[in-house]
């Protein structure tokens, strides 16, 4: 193995890392902002503020209230 295959195999495996911890390291926090009747966007439910006028940071749709009970 060269020393091309080797950095661009190493890149690979940290972007695959740093994938898996973007999209599946938050769960923890977004349940709690729920459990504490935050307000959510009903397309980007990371979104969320205890403000019932806010309006979502992406799409600017009105936050509604999170409902946990459902899961």
Known sequence: MD????IV????LAL???TLW????KKANMKGAAA???YACPMHPWITS?????ECSICGMKLVKS???SS
């Open 9 to 12: 195999t190493v890149a690979g």
């Open 50 to 54: 205890d403000d019932p006028a806010a």
């Open 36 to 38: 504490k009747g935050a």
């Open 16 to 18: 695959i890392v740093l």
């Open 3 to 6: 020393l091309a295959q080797i």
């Open 67 to 69: 409902d946990d009970s």
């Open 22 to 25: 973007f999209f599946f390291g």
